[in-house]
């Protein structure tokens, strides 16, 4: 089952979670503790060995013959009902129920005050446990409160005598929606790694027939592309798996989520390195990296710790226990790295683009700019979308719209799985490589000029005439330069 660990308390404490509606109602809108009941289709906030415990010294002062000396209540609420937590019914601002405010009736002195609706038998509900004597422990009973209507609920541990100061409370609650033990925000995503899954499947099995049907003529920068859809698939497959035994358990699978949290991490990290690669021209206008090979994989490395990392808080702690300060420390990192390889890959484009352009590498200078397009579509639609995310949390403090929260991290998803695609597509595998790979032998300025490798790619007998034409043609060129000019780059693209 998924737990909620209290910790101390010496105010209000609250947890808040989206739950949908029960499909099935099984009893009165009441507590209840019959665990026995089938739980298919319920929605419900159950709590478990929940224990109180006061100070010793607030426990010395009570009557020891005394039944009641001390009130803690469990306050369920709908966000849409905070307004029914206090007095403000009452024109008071006091929240727990005073002497005065009691003479109507309207509320018993040292309960919090809640306004019941007796139309809306869904509105907030109490669990109450009291003290007995000089005890200075307290137990809840097993209570479970169905949930009837869907919403973003609080569980709130209130007390209003001022002498419980210092109470801690220990314990776990289970919450369920309908289909599971997945958190309402949670639930469309386990829909969406699904789907992901199945995008990714049928990207690798288009590019694996592709890679097959022209193995002879494969680029290195295949092979890292295939890495990457690889990695793409086993990442969304093990988050469907891990979301899906969330579901049913109510725990966490640790060892699945460390998996699914590495997949991601190793992912992200080989995705960015392949767009800087790809955009310094690597296997294209350059055989080799050469002297900024340890500055990527430093890079590298340095990114994909700070996003394990991260992953590992977010996903391996309890619900609530990942802070705001505690995660700017790992986002802000992360962030800065994006921005590094952001500005890194943009630079390097450039440097690319100039050079095909001075060389006149038409075909080449073509595939950039529209690889550079498509990044910079891309980073457009991110930045506008962190706008989004930006407003969004700050116009829904209160997560009323949990409903569509999912949609912020799938975006990110699926943002990558696109510009994968885009690469996927402008550099896939062919029967003429050669047109857009690094020529060793005629050198960068005659990659249009490449050695169509056709059939199986294999020259035999026409191996040495081929490389007796090349140098024949070199000598030619240094002669007359005009050859392999702007005209004959046009009729190349028009051959092709």
């Not at 709590?47 to 209540?73: C, D, P, Y």
């Not at 990044?375 to 407003?391: D, F, N, R």
């Not at 020529?439 to 199986?456: M, N, V, Y």
Request: aromatic share 12%.
């Amino acid at each position: 089952m998924r737990c909620r660990n209290c910790s101390a308390m010496s105010d209000p404490f609250p947890n808040g979670e989206g739950l949908y509606a029960s499909n099935v109602r099984i009893d009165a809108d009441k507590p209840t503790s019959n665990e026995d009941k089938p739980i298919n289709g319920k929605s419900f906030i159950r709590f478990e060995s929940i224990n109180f415990r006061r100070t010793k010294m607030s426990a010395e002062k009570k009557n020891e013959m005394q039944q009641k000396t001390g009130l803690v209540e469990a306050i369920i609420v709908e966000v849409r009902d905070r307004d029914k937590i206090g007095g403000s019914y009452l024109n008071s601002d006091a929240i727990c129920c005073t002497p005065e405010l009691a003479k109507n009736g309207s509320c018993k002195v040292g309960e919090v005050i809640i306004h019941q609706d007796p139309y809306n038998l869904n509105g907030p509900k109490r669990v109450q446990t009291f003290f007995e004597g000089q005890n200075e422990e307290a137990s809840m009973g097993h209570e479970t409160i169905e949930i009837n209507s869907t919403g973003m609920y609080y569980l709130y541990f209130m007390y209003c005598d001022p002498e419980l100061k210092g109470l801690q409370i220990s314990g776990k609650t289970v919450w369920r929606n309908p289909e599971g033990y997945l958190p309402g925000k949670m639930a469309p995503l386990m829909t969406f790694s699904a789907f992901m899954s199945f995008a990714y499947l049928v990207l690798g099995l288009v590019w694996f027939v592709r890679f097959v049907q022209y193995w002879k003529d494969i680029m290195q920068l295949h092979y890292h592309i295939t890495a990457v859809i690889g990695l793409g698939m086993c990442e969304m497959a093990l988050w469907y798996f891990e979301y899906a035994n969330f579901n049913s358990t109510g725990t966490r699978p640790m060892g699945i989520t460390l998996w699914a949290v590495t997949f991601s991490a190793v992912k992200k990290t080989v995705s960015r390195l392949l767009l800087l690669v790809v955009s310094m021209g690597y296997g294209v206008v350059r055989p080799t990296l050469g002297g900024v090979t340890m500055k990527i994989i430093l890079l590298g490395v340095t990114y994909f710790i700070f996003s394990e990392a991260l992953g590992l808080v977010e996903h391996l702690g309890n619900i609530n226990d990942f802070t705001g300060k505690a995660r700017l420390l790992l986002v802000l990192p992360v962030s800065l790295l994006d921005a590094c390889f952001i500005i890194w890959i943009f630079s390097s484009l450039s440097q690319t683009l100039e050079k095909l352009q001075i060389k006149k590498s038409l075909a080449k200078f073509a595939l950039y700019q529209k690889f550079t397009n498509s990044l910079a579509v891309s980073v457009l639609l991110s930045v506008a979308w962190i706008g989004y995310e930006l407003y969004f949390n700050a116009a829904d403090p209160l997560s009323e719209l949990w409903r569509r929260a999912w949609i912020i991290p799938a975006f990110w998803t699926l943002l990558a799985y696109i510009i994968l695609v885009v690469i996927c597509i402008l550099w896939a595998p062919s029967h003429n490589p050669t047109r857009y790979a690094y020529s060793e032998e005629t050198g960068d300025d005659l990659e249009e000029e490449g050695i169509p490798l056709t059939g199986g790619g294999v020259m035999v007998a026409g191996d040495l005439a081929t490389k007796v034409d090349i140098k024949e043609r070199k000598v030619s060129s240094a002669i007359e330069p005009h050859v392999f000019g702007l005209g004959e780059d046009l009729e190349e693209d028009k051959r092709v």
